[in-house]
Nanobody, 123 residues
Framework: QVQLVESGGGLVQVGGSLRLSCAAS????????MGWYRQASGKQRELVAS???????NFADSVKGRFTISRDNAKNTLYLEMNSLKPEDTALYYC?????????????????WGQGTQVTVSS
């Protein structure tokens, strides 16, 4: 299994910055794509940014130019650098990872989620 633990959320003023981290641990063979999702109160969960294990990135239009996603494969850690934060960025941010585990003689690819870290941007 894979455990994902997010950190770095908090309360910040408009225009401020935060850096989220997501550490992956557990018994896995490999981690493939990782991403950050967010869910604001009363809204559906949406993709914020993703990154493949080769470093290819993808961003939601609403965060392009403000957010940067990166990963340290040696540390199995994902990051999200958030700048120029806006009130509409307020949400619970979740880490997501596709990872392969080995058991019962076979490899299995599953999708894993962290518990989330709250980001609140005050105006």
């Amino acid at each position: 299994q894979v455990q994902l633990v997010e950190s770095g959320g908090g309360l910040v003023q408009v225009g401020g910055s935060l850096r989220l981290s997501c550490a992956a641990s557990g018994s896995f063979f490999s981690i493939y794509a990782m991403g950050w999702y967010r869910q604001a109160s009363g809204k559906q969960r949406e993709l914020v940014a993703s990154i493949t294990n080769g470093g290819r990135t993808n961003f939601a239009d609403s965060v392009k130019g403000r957010f940067t996603i990166s990963r340290d494969n040696a540390k199995n850690t994902l990051y999200l650098e958030m700048n120029s934060l806006k009130p509409e960025d307020t949400a619970l941010y979740y880490c997501n990872a596709g990872a392969t585990t080995y058991g019962d003689g076979r490899y299995t690819l599953n999708n894993y989620w962290g518990q989330g870290t709250q980001v609140t941007v005050s105006s």
